[in-house]
């Protein structure tokens, strides 16, 4: 899932300067499950902001709601925004641009989007995925060195292990962790050749058609 954050309040005030009426919009699927988009942190959000525009001065009027997705455009298609002049978003960056494209209003993030994550319990989640545009998982055992390692290697490990830790000892070393599952999956062979460099061109921008026959871009 994409995990999620919430801003600091400060920066929060300072995007809606001079606003009037703000729509703040939950998102009831990521969001939600990071504990940073629901209903009840839309509720939260609004009055903490209320108190930190109060004690600045300034005088706005929030008005909360909650889609299931930002990032579909049924759900923002349905949404009542009327006399709404800003939209404050606890969606990730993905809802955040649905939204701005959809509606024509000034739209502000709320949230910081961090990562793509598993989850390692109630709460927390342990980055597992970059996003690249160019995935490797199948050669890596499902371990994403573009992630999960600090230096982001695809040939590994570094000279800086020590004991199947990472020279930054705040992680073990995902090559480590790489090479021991795929001995466990009998495949130790799989790297016994050095990976070139992962295609750039695959972060480039692309809008996808999945209702295409296999796909298309």
């Not at 049924?74 to 404050?88: P, S, T, W």
């Not at 494209?101 to 994550?117: N, R």
């Not at 830790?165 to 799989?190: F, K, M, N, T, Y």
């Amino acid at each position: 899932m994409v995990v999620v954050t919430a801003k600091q309040l400060d920066e929060i005030v300072h995007m809606l300067a001079g606003r009037r009426r703000v729509l703040l919009l939950g998102c009831n699927t990521c969001a939600a499950v990071a504990l940073a988009g629901g209903d009840r942190e839309v509720e939260t959000m609004i009055q903490a902001l209320q108190l930190a525009i109060s004690r600045r001065g300034m005088t706005v009027e929030f008005v909360g709601g909650v889609l299931q997705r930002q990032c579909e455009p049924e759900y923002v298609e349905a949404m009542d925004a009327e006399d709404i002049d800003a939209i404050l978003s606890l969606g990730c960056g993905a809802g955040v641009a649905m939204l701005a494209a959809q509606t024509g209003i000034p739209v502000y993030p709320a949230l910081d989007t961090l990562f793509i994550g598993a989850a390692q319990g109630l709460g927390s989640w342990r980055a597992e995925c970059s996003a690249c545009g160019s995935c490797v998982l199948g050669e890596t055992a499902g371990i994403c060195p573009v992630t999960r390692c600090a230096k982001g290697i695809l040939n590994g490990p570094c000279g800086g292990v020590n004991d199947g830790e990472c020279e930054l000892g705040d992680r073990p070393c995902a090559w480590v962790e790489i090479h021991e599952r795929l001995e466990s999956q009998g495949r130790g062979a799989s790297f016994a050749h050095e990976n070139p460099p992962k295609d750039d061109s695959a972060g480039e921008m692309y809008q996808w058609d999945l209702s295409a026959k296999g796909g298309s871009r």
